[in-house]
């Protein structure tokens, strides 16, 4: 199968029925996409298909043919996606770090459409990634800094 | 000490000590309590009293390059604490490193060389500052005599500043680079020799603004977990474990499983009888050439298991159970002192309450993991561990080789909060690589796994009675706590509570009340019980902090002034007195229950959060205190419930009094992350067993507080220390005990009803 992962070609050869999220960990080696539930409960596979943020722990590879994938290691080659990594380090947003690969794509999707998120934008976009070290208040804090770091 | 539950600890701990076993994970949890010593060894304390104690040879710790770079050994867990930071930050600072040219390497589990490495029980910054503080100052001394003697000046000439020594006179300097070959060859000096920095020199510790070593690599996705740890030539493995603990094999059909594509091979592994001890749970291995395929593959198995002896397990009836025995005057009794049951029989009024806190899974993001593969007859494992030590030894015993035959790389943790304090997973890795010929396996516990296989929070009921004089005087107090032990992870039979579970908040009560009578009825384990982050102090503080409110409302007081009241004057009380004997491990003279500090806390909160403040109808404030882990802490929350009963945070207040602040940044994120774990506990999270297995499975059985419904403002408040002389608390744990109780009481007030079970969850639905 051939994919388009961070803007290179790929070529894989699994099931077309298995997750994006293994194809990228296993197969490819691509361990910055985390495993955290298997189940699109937790947020922390997270990557974008075609610009939209997804579940790769659910979403067969076969979905991802003729579409560009993009994971927590390209995402600094987005404008957007570089702010926010720079807001998450200014503000020390991390705990433990393992659900933040998840939240920074998500957090990056959601400005990429929405430049100047209110609070209950942020509740929409990041409630479906859950964060266990409880880091929420300042990943509230960093996306509202890469948001203003968009405007100048 | 006539302690009647001693025996069984005191065969689990004595014996596993002597055997210089991993059994001693539970010692290494808590450290050792006084009672269980024989009469000629002398109780140590703190560092001192823990296995393997401490080190702080700069040569183990430090070394550094011509280049200049100094490289820091870190060789506590890093599972979100900062300690990768933290701890070497003390190093560098100390020496008069430059960060920017500090780098930072993982110890691998290996505590003769390094000192204990047990990251548990908040005391990685306690027990090592000093240490390491030791570690910076005599590598800087070498430096500055490496220097001297390259110069032939007097060593008190030079100074090291900012990774060079310079000779004032002169005006000449060497760069730490430039010195390290000559350092190297120094004497190391004598730890009475040592000459500190003041605190007024320091350029890391302390300060507000340090930047996490590691931030870089986790918002880029670099970083390495025991997920994520790739070999070459590497399989992956899950494991279907038996559903309800002590349930073993009985058969199983692989044919299903071995259509599928990418599954190498299946195989099986022994359960282990209770006590659990950290042994591998066993079950059915499926190998793969990917995590999916053994996944699917697993799926596929057919298994049919011999029912053990925990099938009967029901949370619904076993909490009927815990609840008569918590209400049954009797038990074993823990403290007493006056005539409880007298005062209570004549008092003016009484009050009389009951609380129940259901298990927990710890649920770290990052599912337990780990790679192992034996060459030569070294088994190597990659692992996400809080105690690689016990790692060591466990799979030591279990492979039959020699701890120097096992070797732990530690990575980063993606969360542990004490569930991966227990190194079963390790073992299994192990046996799986020893069963594939050493080949390197990786062993990924799925989300399922983890949280119906997890080491679980033990489940309790508390029971609570006080009596009031005319005036509302608290004249009684009456506590009954019941709760499977941990102990009985470790011993199979041990039913009551172990000192350290009981210091956690239950006897060491700083209350200014004439009679007071402690009691803890048995209570039998049906699963792994372990601990959770702050352990114990969840349910004794949700209990207690609720009571006292419920204390103040009817007595007509507003709760702070009657929390203050009741702890009563300034005083620092010996733990002892209290009938605690383990005080977190630390010296009563060091660490005295100290109330001014704890009605310090209270007051600073209450000023913060402007207590009384007129709320809107629907909102309400709640207040909470505690003292966990060496540490006072007190929370003030406020809450909105909607017409709905939907609960929502708007403010958190915590005021926390830890001493000595070495990386305050640290220890506000921990105190913000401990309210929103606090508030999953609260809010929405359960685990209950239904014929021994566990009912949830995932995040949407088991719910864990996620942004929509996370406070929305956190406000931490660092009570300043004196000096850095000052003895260190606790920082990871103790933000936890408060959270729960202040958000019932804000929900009290707010509403008039009172919480006496955890979850919430829909208990506001009318």
Known sequence: MKLTINGESRQVDVPADTPILWTLRDVLGMTGTKFGCGKALCGACTVMLDGQPIRSCVTPISAAENKKITTIEAISEDKVGQAVQEAWQSINVPQCGYCQSGQIVAATALLRDNPNPTDEDIDTAMSGNICRCGTYTRIRAAIKQAAQQGDK | ?766
């Open chain 2, 1 to 766: 000490m006539t302690d009647n539950n001693l025996p069984q600890i005191e065969n689990i701990s004595r014996r596993s000590i002597l055997k210089g076993f991993a059994l001693s994970g539970l010692v290494l949890a808590v450290g050792m309590p006084a009672q269980l010593l024989a009469a000629d060894e002398k109780q140590k304390y703190g560092r001192d009293g823990m296995p393997n104690g401490w080190v702080d040879d700069p040569l183990v710790f430090v070394s550094i390059a011509e280049d200049g770079t100094v490289t820091i050994v870190a060789h506590r867990s890093e599972m979100g604490q900062g300690v990768r930071t933290s701890l070497p930050m003390v190093v560098a600072d100390e020496m008069e490193a430059d960060w920017q040219q500090v780098k930072i390497v993982q110890a691998e589990g290996n505590e003769k060389r390094y000192g204990n490495q047990n990251t548990d029980g908040s005391r990685s910054m306690r027990h090592f500052f000093m240490p390491m503080r030791n570690v910076g100052a005599a590598a800087r001394m070498m430096l500055e005599a490496a220097a001297a003697a390259m110069w032939a000046v007097p060593v008190a000439e030079v100074k090291a500043k900012n990774h060079q020594v310079i000779h004032a006179k002169s005006g000449k300097t060497l760069g730490f680079g430039e010195l390290a070959q000559k350092a190297a060859e120094m004497a190391v000096p004598e730890n009475q020799n040592l000459i500190y920095k003041s605190a007024d020199e320091f350029n890391y510790i302390g300060k507000k603004d340090n930047k996490l070593v590691d931030g870089f690599d986790i918002a880029t996705g670099q970083t390495t977990y025991g997920m994520d740890v790739r070999l070459d030539d590497m399989v992956y493995a899950v494991v279907a474990h038996p559903p309800a603990y002590g349930d073993t094999l009985k058969s199983y059909d692989d044919t299903e499983t071995l259509k599928v594509p990418g599954v190498i091979k299946v195989l099986t592994l022994p359960s282990s009888p209770p006590p659990a001890v950290f042994n591998p749970l066993g079950g059915v291995v499926v190998v793969a050439s990917n995590t999916w395929a053994a996944i699917q593959g697993r799926k596929k198995l057919s298994i049919e298991w011999n029912a053990g002896p925990n099938r009967q397990y029901d949370s619904a009836k076993f909490r009927e159970t815990l609840q008569a025995s918590s209400k049954q005057k009797g038990g074993k009794v823990i403290r007493s002192k006056g005539e409880t049951y007298n005062e209570l029989a004549n008092a003016s009024s009484t009050i009389t309450a009951d609380y129940y806190i259901p298990h927990l899974a710890q649920a770290p993001m990052e599912p337990p993991a780990a790679t192992a593969r034996i060459v030569d007859n070294v088994c190597e494992i990659w692992t996400a561990t809080q105690n690689p030590q016990a790692g060591v030894d466990t799979v030591a015993k279990w492979l039959e080789v020699k701890p120097e035959q096992v070797k732990v790389n530690v990575t980063l943790l993606g969360g542990g909060f004490g569930r991966k304090s227990k190194p079963d997973y390790l073992v299994e890795a192990a046996l799986i690589s020893k069963a594939l010929g050493g080949q390197a396996v990786k062993t990924v516990w799925t989300r399922e796994d983890d949280i119906q296989h997890s080491y679980f929070h033990t489940v309790s009921a508390e029971h609570l009675e006080a009596g009031f004089d005319e005036s509302g005087n608290t004249t009684a107090w009456l506590h009954r706590t019941v709760a499977p032990t941990i102990a009985s992870t470790f011993a199979k039979d041990a039913k009551n509570e172990m000192p350290m579970e009981l210091g956690m908040g239950v006897v060491n009560i700083p209350f200014d009340v004439k009679n007071i009578q402690i009691e803890n009825p048995e209570a039998a384990a049906h699963t792994r019980i372990g601990w959770y982050r702050s352990v114990s102090n969840i349910p004794h503080a949700f209990a207690i902090q609720s009571f006292i409110a419920e204390m103040a409302h009817k007595t007509k007081k507003d709760h702070k002034d009657f929390l203050l009241a009741l702890i009563g004057p300034d005083r620092e009380i010996d733990p002892a007195s209290l009938k605690d004997d383990w005080n977190y491990g630390e010296s009563p003279e060091l660490y005295p229950l100290n109330t001014t500090r704890m009605k310090g806390v209270i007051n600073m909160v209450t000023d913060k959060a402007d207590w009384g403040k007129t709320l809107p109808k629907g909102s309400g404030q709640g207040l909470a205190v505690h003292y966990s882990f060496v540490t006072y802490v007190a929370t003030v929350v406020e809450v909105v419930v909607n017409d709905d009963g939907e609960v929502s945070i708007p403010r958190i207040d915590v005021a926390v009094d830890c001493g000595p602040q070495v990386n305050p940044e640290r220890i506000r994120s921990q105190i913000e992350g401990a309210c929103i774990m606090g508030a999953s506990l609260a809010l929405t999270s359960e685990i209950t067993f239904k014929d021994g297995v566990t009912v949830q499975d995932n995040f949407d059985g088991y719910q864990v507080t996620r942004m929509d419904a996370a406070p929305k403002e956190i406000h931490v408040h660092l009570v300043p220390a004196k000096d850095f002389n000052q003895p260190l608390g606790g920082v990871g744990e103790p933000g936890m005990p408060p959270v729960a109780p202040a958000i019932c009481n804000a929900i009290f007030n707010a509403t008039g009803k009172r919480i006496r079970e955890l979850p919430i969850r829909y208990q506001l639905e009318s």
